[in-house]
């Protein structure tokens, strides 16, 4: 599809983008490193999110296994550095095209199965993935990978003093994977990914070669979780196996996009900006209170809103603008009415 | 050859539990095609409860299941009321998220009140006490606890086939509205389902204090292993998910002696996908 201008859905986008460049410069927001570490995690999440939801939510296939590309990007960053005591890029690279080429062989199979037996089959590889991990020496094994103190910067992409670094990487991060999912919407293998969700049958039918087009669409979702947790593990400085390839990682993938609307754009955003400062302030404020009462609150928490709005935040806001759109109509009908 | 059986044996008794426990989770799934993530978590609220009637009243684990049967059939049954009866007809993850909602809740309920000791209930009836045949050995505890599960399984699969009630469940599974048109309460019978797959998770949480330490992490596992139970006897299939719980038994325990302990569950998670692949809807599905 040709579009000439801006489309009115990108200006909001851009504008946005503009105002969270500027937000290190707002001094109330950079005095408190707590406020940043908020907002990079959400930005992170976010990112996550949206690269689980091109698999999950576009075309329809749930994978609980996406930390296991999470965790092998984060490995690949991490032993650049630690084990091998050089620049993260390589790794990171490494980490990137491994989880894509990991996707790919591991879901061939598993895209034969339906329904429920595809979702515990994701379980089972991310055990598998966890356990053989957590026994291995050469990734670190259970002590998992301490970061070593290395001068601060972009070349070794770290920062001690300010999380100015940190958010400007994690900003870039956003872009990059909000700005694929945004061109993949427009794009013909967009179409074909929504196709294979709504009907892999009907699909194949006309012509969609839908093993092609999932296969395609995990790696790239697989390429792009790698990348987000190759940042994740510069930013905690540590990786280990229980952090970044458990199953408590893998959903959050999910949950964070189906709380804000799997399959749109919006939708990971929405989830991770009301997920992630729910668990980062609950920790906060009742994490000292001793054992679990933030994650009890988080539980109740998570069976209200899924219960409560299945279609995620996204069908809050558009009951919202569909209840202002018809006052709108029947105010103008009024008047209309009234007028001689 | 003796050791083999020895630890193939073990591994049996093993998994007639994850056999019981997997059944619980096979209704629901068959019923109502939910997936109940929090079913590991009742399995660890049925230990706490057999645990305290133990240490505070002196109960044996031996008489609480059947306390520890009732409790997780009430709260299988508020489960339902509460959460899945509002996501009967949406996408399946909706039910399984707001579960795992459910067993996070759970799990740091227990943990807040319990703390995440390890707690272990001593001098019970069945104790450390062995059987020995020959020169297999069968630990009591296990034994006790394996036969219970053979007994729960056979009730539960005889209900199902021989009684009117059992008929109505296979009715509703089939077709809902059919069901309901034929005048049958589905919605009745979702709850007691739910009821009955907890009630199965009671019992076998009920007597593992006897021979197992309680946490408040020790139903994931088991509830992991269950849904890879239920998968792999195939949809619904209450004797596949029973062969399937053997199965898992006997190559966690193979696997766990003669390879290494820190494999025995890569053995059976790959023994599941193994499995799926070759027959992707289970060894009883179709």
Redesign the interface.
């Known amino acids: 599809m040709q579009h000439k201008g801006i489309h009115k859905k990108d200006a909001y986008w851009l504008g946005f983008i503009a105002l969270l460049t500027m937000l290190p410069m707002v001094p109330a927001v950079t005095a408190n490193s707590f406020h940043m570490h908020v907002v990079i995690l959400i930005l992170l999440f976010a990112s996550m999110s949206q690269a689980w939801n091109i698999i999950g939510g576009y075309c329809g296939q749930v994978s609980f296994g996406h930390s296991v590309f999470f965790g092998i990007g984060a490995y690949g960053a991490g032993m650049a550095v630690v084990t091998y005591g050089g620049m993260p890029w390589p790794g990171i690279l490494i980490g990137v095209v491994l989880a894509a080429v990991v996707a790919v062989v591991i879901s061939y199979p598993c895209f034969k199965l339906s329904g429920h037996y595809f979702a515990i089959a994701t379980f089972a590889i991310v055990e598998i993935f966890h356990r053989t991990f957590l026994v291995w020496d050469w990734v670190g094994g259970a002590l998992g990978l301490d970061y070593p103190l290395v001068k601060e910067g972009l070349t070794n992409l770290m920062w001690y003093d300010t999380k100015t670094g940190y958010y400007y990487c994690a900003l870039v991060l956003f872009l990059l994977i909000f700005g694929t999912v945004r061109w993949l919407e427009g794009h013909r293998f967009g179409y074909y990914m929504r196709a294979v969700r709504e009907g892999q049958e009907t699909a194949e039918s006309l012509g969609v070669n839908s093993t092609v087009v999932k296969l395609a669409a995990i790696a790239l979702s697989a390429a792009l979780t790698a990348l987000c947790g190759a940042f994740f593990a510069q930013y905690n400085l540590r990786v280990d196996t229980p952090m970044v390839m458990s199953l408590d990682m893998s959903m959050k993938f999910v949950l964070i996009t189906v709380l804000g609307g799997s399959g749109t754009l919006v939708g990971p955003l929405l989830g991770a900006a009301v997920l992630i400062p729910l668990q980062e302030y609950t920790r906060a404020f009742w994490g000292g209170m001793g054992g679990g009462v933030d994650l009890i609150i988080f539980g109740l928490l998570i069976i209200l809103m899924v219960v409560k709005q299945p279609a995620g935040m996204i069908g809050i806001f558009y009951a919202v603008r569909k209840r202002i759109l018809k006052r709108n109509i029947a105010a103008k009908g009024e008047s209309a009415d009234g007028a001689p | 050859m003796e050791t083999f059986v020895q630890v193939l044996i073990d591994g049996m008794l093993n998994g007639m539990v994850y056999a019981l426990v997997a059944a619980g989770l096979c209704l629901i ?1 068959g019923v109502m095609d939910v ?1 109940n993530f929090a079913h590991g978590e009742y399995l660890m609220v049925a230990m706490y409860v057999s645990y305290w009637l133990g240490f505070l009243l002196k109960v044996d684990p031996l008489l609480s299941v059947v306390a520890a049967g009732v409790f997780i059939f009430i709260l299988g049954a508020v489960t339902y009321q509460l ?1 899945i009866r ?2 009967i007809g ?5 039910a ?3 579960t ?10 227990c ?2 009140w319990f ?2 000791n390890f707690l272990i209930l001593s001098d019970t009836w069945l104790g450390d006490k062995t059987l020995q045949l020959g020169n297999i050995i069968f630990p009591v505890p296990q034994l006790v606890a394996a036969l219970l599960a053979l007994v729960v399984i056979g009730l539960i699969y005889a209900m199902i086939n021989t009684t009117r009630f059992g008929w109505a469940i296979q009715a509703t599974a089939l077709d809902r509205d059919a069901a309901e048109l034929m005048g049958i309460n589905t919605e009745r019978i979702y709850l007691v389902i739910f009821g009955i797959g907890g009630a199965c998770v009671g019992i076998a949480g009920g007597i593992m204090p006897s021979y197992l330490a309680v946490h408040p992490e020790v139903g994931s596992m088991f509830g ?1 292993i269950a ?2 139970c239920v ?1 792999m006897g195939g ?1 619904g299939s209450i004797p596949g998910a029973f062969l399937a719980g053997l199965l898992v038994g006997s190559v966690e325990a193979l696997a766990g002696f003669y390879i290494a302990p ?2 025995k ?2 053995a059976v ?2 023994l ?2 193994t499995v ?2 070759l027959r ?3 060894i009883f599905g179709w």
Do not use: E, H, Q
């Open positions: 799934w997936i959460i509002y996501t949406r996408p399946g993850l909706v399984l998220l707001a795992f909602g459910l067993a996070v809740f759970l799990k740091n309920l943990m807040n703390s995440p992991l849904f890879v998968a949809f820190v494999f569950y890569i998670f790959g599941y996908l799926v692949f992707p809807k289970g």
